[in-house]
Every structure is written in C-alpha cells, then in structure tokens.
C-alpha cells in the first residue's frame, strides 16, 4: 500500500544471499529499502529486489517460511521485481538444470540455465553494453550464473555476451540480470528499477 507522496518501500528479499549489498545500493541512491522475511513484511512493499545467492536454498525457505505463494500473488497483480542472478533463477517460469524438485515463484516468461558457464568460466567480469543504459558499458560480475536460453513474446533482451547469449531480461514490472551490479559499484540496474517502482 503506498501513501501518497510517501517514498515508496523496496524490500530486498533476505532469507539468503547477498541481500546486504542490494540494500546498501538501495541506500545510496536515497531509497528506502528493508529486508523482507516473512509475508507481513511482504505485504509492505512496493517492488521486491531477489538478490544473488543460492537458488535451491532461496526457493527451500521462500517455501518454508510462507512467503513463495504470497510473492506469487503479488506478482500476478504486477508487483514490480528484480532479480540478480539467483533472483533470476527464481523469476523465471522455467528452470533448465534445476536440482530435484526445486521450484520457482516465476512471472518471467523465460526459460534459465543455471550454472551456464562449466569450471573455468564458472566466475568472471566482463563489459556489456545495455539498452536504454546512456555512459560507459555495464561492468558485469558472473558468478556461478544462469544464462536465458528462452524468452516469451513479453520479454526484451536488455544485453546479451559476445556469443549471443541473453544475460538481462525485462517483462513489463519484471527485470532480471544473471548477473550482480550490486558488487561492482554499477547503480544503472537499481535506478531503473526505482524508476519501474515508482511508475507502478
Ligand atoms: N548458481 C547459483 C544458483 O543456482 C546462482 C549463483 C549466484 O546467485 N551468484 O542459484
């Protein structure tokens, strides 16, 4: 529920993962972000950031502790949300090698690999560039990171690597990065998705 020219509320989903550096973004572009565990917090958002971490473990506690269904609902009444990497993972509709019964809250019509990128590459940096990003290109962390390999008519490519492969995704309130702008400094991501929230 937002009150009229109150700031609008970004909680960053903190079960587990790098939640501190989303909100520590979240602080230095003036916005007021709080951690989210359970569905009453939740219900206090305007747009929800999923950080990165470890998908299966997410998904595991999302469920447990009674959010992942909420999160669904507030998704399909067009909650805006942003996931890095991980939070990718859980967007998407359709996880390509996920472990046994792993679930996601989806709303992101795209299919992800997770672990895309085999031993040697498993982490690494490189430079993007963006759509709709003015200034330099996007210094890019991958770590451990799911690539799209499918994407729905709804769904904008927003930079792909140098093979072609998709690695930033928007559909509608949606925003998906496989990988983290949290850790290199980058705010472009986040302010954008301020923007979404703001609009929504
Ligand atoms: N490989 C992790 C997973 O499957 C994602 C890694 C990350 O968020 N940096 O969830």
Known sequence: ????????????????????EHLAVLAELGAKGVPVRR??????????????????????????????????QRI?????????????????????????GQQTVGGLDVAVRRNAFGNQLDSFETDLEVDGFDGPPVHAAFIRAPVVERMGEGVTPLASLEDGRVVAVRQGNLLGTSFHPEITGELRFHRAFLDTVAAA
């Open 1 to 20: 529920m937002v009150t009229i020219g109150a700031k609008p509320v970004v909680g960053v989903l903190a079960l587990q993962g790098d939640f501190r």
């Open 39 to 72: 569905p009453s917090e939740l219900d206090e958002v305007d747009g929800l950031i999923i950080p990165g971490g470890e998908s299966t473990v997410m998904d595991k506690l999302s469920r447990a502790f009674g959010l992942a269904d909420p999160l669904k």
């Open 76 to 100: 399909a009444d067009g909650l805006p949300v942003y996931g890095t990497c991980a939070g990718l993972i859980l967007l998407a509709d359709t996880v390509l090698d996920a472990i046994d």
